[in-house]
């Protein structure tokens, strides 16, 4: 019984760190609240270091993740905490025919850990997915 309250423990404790990571394929995870399930795609892969890149950010129903929303608004931002800083660019964004959203133009400019945001608002309501990006010098 014990055992079994520890690893239920751990595993909600490791959920509520954020999305998974495998920047060689893309960021996925729910967002705050967990309305919304948010995968994004960067080109390229993994993200470079002080190289602009472009991401497609496909934004999901979370009971659903077959079913892609077209009715959000998705803003993708990037910020260095430990350094109190954003990008140094001003990326710009798309609607694709699908649905998802194409951004252009972010930079990570710094090597160290970034926070890639992506904030998806429906109907006056916003929640955010927040994946780490490391970048090694």
Known sequence: MRT?????????????????????????????????FVKVATSPAPIPL??????????????DQTLMLDDVDVV????????????????????NSDGSVHVDGMLFHMPGTWK???DVTRQNETERATFDVVLEP
């Open 4 to 36: 079994t309250l520890l690893l239920l423990a751990m595993s909600l404790l490791l959920g509520a760190c954020g999305g998974s990571d495998d920047s060689n394929t893309g960021y996925q995870g729910a967002t705050s609240s967990g309305t919304f």
């Open 116 to 118: 890639l945001h992506v």
């Open 50 to 63: 002080n190289e602009t890149f472009s991401a497609d950010v496909a934004v999901y129903d979370s009971h």
């Open 76 to 95: 993708l931002d990037g910020e260095m905490p430990q350094h109190g800083h954003g990008m140094s660019v001003q990326p710009t964004a798309s609607k």
